[in-house]
């Protein structure tokens, strides 16, 4: 069955650091990946989706992640945190065969300055 | 930019009592979506629905839920007769004729008391 596994609740960093939040899934065939943002009292924006091709893929926001077949990660990065970064984050597994997304439980990101 | 609404942002109901939480998809989708997220959990699929059916149920969606385009712009979720753990967020979300990229709502906040 598929699965997706965040593997850390609560992130914090300083404002300008870099970040990785990190995803891993479990699917038979290539997945069709994505990542989502929850502001506070939001719903979830698409930062980004995997379908095939290049395995670095750009977001929006200046976030990009990175598919790694070999690890079944797809690890999101950016390289310098703005506080409006704060927010949680969701990594969703979807395919071919379904409608469906598979969502992790989610990565809190806080910032501070 | 085109987005999915929902209405109403927060809902407070009696046990037992029916809810339907409304939707308005992106004009041009085609594929019609439900999901929910319990507090602290992840966001989890309940129904897909296109061409006036539904193609994917969860086993959440059980004989209480039900869903409905009635007008070719809204769709909407009932729940018959709520229950306590039927507290939480339900997210709507569409997507286009590639199928390829949800685009969700706000959110609706169903507390059930």
């Known amino acids: 069955a598929q699965s997706v596994t965040q593997p850390d609740i609560h992130i914090t960093v300083s404002e300008g650091a870099s970040l990785e939040l990190r995803c891993n899934y479990s699917y038979g065939a290539t997945p069709y990946l994505f990542w989502y943002v929850q502001s506070p009292g939001q719903g979830l924006q698409l930062l980004l989706k995997?379908?095939?091709?290049?395995?670095l893929v750009q977001g929006i926001k200046g976030f990009e992640a990175e598919f790694k077949r070999s690890q079944s990660s797809f690890n999101l990065r950016k390289p310098s945190v703005h506080w409006s970064d704060a927010a949680e984050y969701f990594c969703a597994v979807g395919a071919y065969n379904t409608d469906k997304l598979i969502f992790g439980t989610g990565t809190r990101l806080q910032v501070f300055p | 930019e085109p987005e999915v609404t929902q209405t109403p942002s927060h809902q407070v109901t009696q046990m037992g009592q029916e809810v339907i939480l409304r939707c308005v998809p992106i004009?041009?989708?085609?594929?019609f979506y439900w999901y929910r997220q319990i507090l602290g959990q992840k966001v989890e699929f309940l129904v897909s629905f296109y061409n006036n059916e539904i193609s994917e149920k969860s086993e959440i969606f059980d004989d209480q839920f039900s869903v409905e385009r009635p007008d070719g712009s809204n769709f909407t979720l009932k729940i018959r007769s709520t229950k306590l753990e039927d507290s939480a967020m339900y997210f709507c979300?569409?997507?286009?004729?590639?199928?390829?990229?949800?685009?969700f709502g706000q959110g609706t906040r169903l507390t059930v008391v």
């Open positions: 004009s041009n989708h085609l594929y």
């Open positions: 995997y379908f095939s091709g290049d395995t």
């Open positions: 979300a569409s997507t286009g004729i590639m199928n390829t990229e949800a685009f």
